[in-house]
Nanobody, 115 residues
Framework: QVKLVESGGGLVQPGGSLRLSCAAS????????MAWYRQAPGKQRLWAAT???????KYADSVKGRFTISRDNAKNTVFLQMNSLKPDDTAVYYC?????????WGQGTQVTVSS
């Protein structure tokens, strides 16, 4: 089986923090690039952050300096630490695995930033 499951979403106040997790089962993704995307209601799904197999990271301008992507290959898990959250960060957050050109997606986890 091949499965990606995001977790850690929820309701948080502006300025708060959340840590999202994406756990893969059925395979090791140690040699795969991993990414986080997000999609607000009525909006296109947009890329937020990437971590490559060698640990290099890249961020969209909208999250740079606030979000940190990391991975624990031993646990087949990728994380997204989100700090200084803004209402505009409200979205469903999706984990993506790039397996040698094939994309695998999780089901998403809802993040709502609101007072």
């Amino acid at each position: 089986q091949v499965k990606l499951v995001e977790s850690g979403g929820g309701l948080v106040q502006p300025g708060g923090s959340l840590r999202l997790s994406c756990a893969a089962s059925g395979r090791s993704f140690s040699r795969d690039n991993m990414a986080w995307y997000r999609q607000a209601p009525g909006k296109q799904r947009l890329w937020a952050a990437t971590i490559t197999s060698d640990g290099s990271t890249k961020y969209a301008d909208s999250v740079k300096g606030r979000f940190t992507i990391s991975r624990d290959n031993a646990k087949n898990t990728v994380f997204l630490q989100m700090n200084s959250l803004k209402p505009d960060d409200t979205a469903v957050y999706y984990c993506k695995e790039d397996h040698y050109g094939l994309a695998y997606w999780g089901q998403g986890t809802q993040v709502t930033v609101s007072s």
